[in-house]
Nanobody
Framework: QLQLVESGGGLVQPGGSLTLSCAASGFTLDYYAVGWFRQAPGKDHEGVSCISKSDGLKVIADSVNGRFTTSIDNDNNTVYLQMTGLKPDDTGVYYC??????????????WGQGTLVNVSS
């Protein structure tokens, strides 16, 4: 079965850093685009980033550009979201999702349960 599992969330101070992991199993990330999405309390889902190594694409949302980036470790079949300069409004549940399409993602073949990021002092 196709599966993505996020990890790395937690409580972090404003201005701090976190790296989230999205581990894929049941498939390899070759020829998949992988995106990160988030949902803050009371808000709609928001696309954060997308990466497709086969297409040579990396897309970062304007709201986090310059602070967040995403990368792939093919040996570990894992996608990372590296976050710095975290702000309270970055708080939310972060999900990863993958699809054999390209960035930006319109549909997701598989997605994870999410990991909570709470940016608070």
């Amino acid at each position: 079965q196709l599966q993505l599992v996020e990890s790395g969330g937690g409580l972090v101070q404003p201005g701090g850093s976190l790296t989230l992991s999205c581990a894929a199993s049941g498939f390899t990330l070759d020829y998949y685009a992988v995106g990160w999405f988030r949902q803050a309390p009371g808000k709609d889902h928001e696309g954060v980033s997308c990466i497709s190594k086969s297409d040579g694409l990396k897309v970062i949302a304007d709201s986090v550009n310059g602070r967040f980036t995403t990368s792939i470790d093919n040996d570990n079949n894992t996608v990372y979201l590296q976050m710095t300069g975290l702000k309270p409004d970055d708080t939310g549940v972060y999900y990863c999702g993958a699809d054999p399409g390209t960035c930006p993602l319109k549909t997701l073949e598989v997605w994870g349960q999410g990991t909570l990021v709470n940016v608070s002092s």
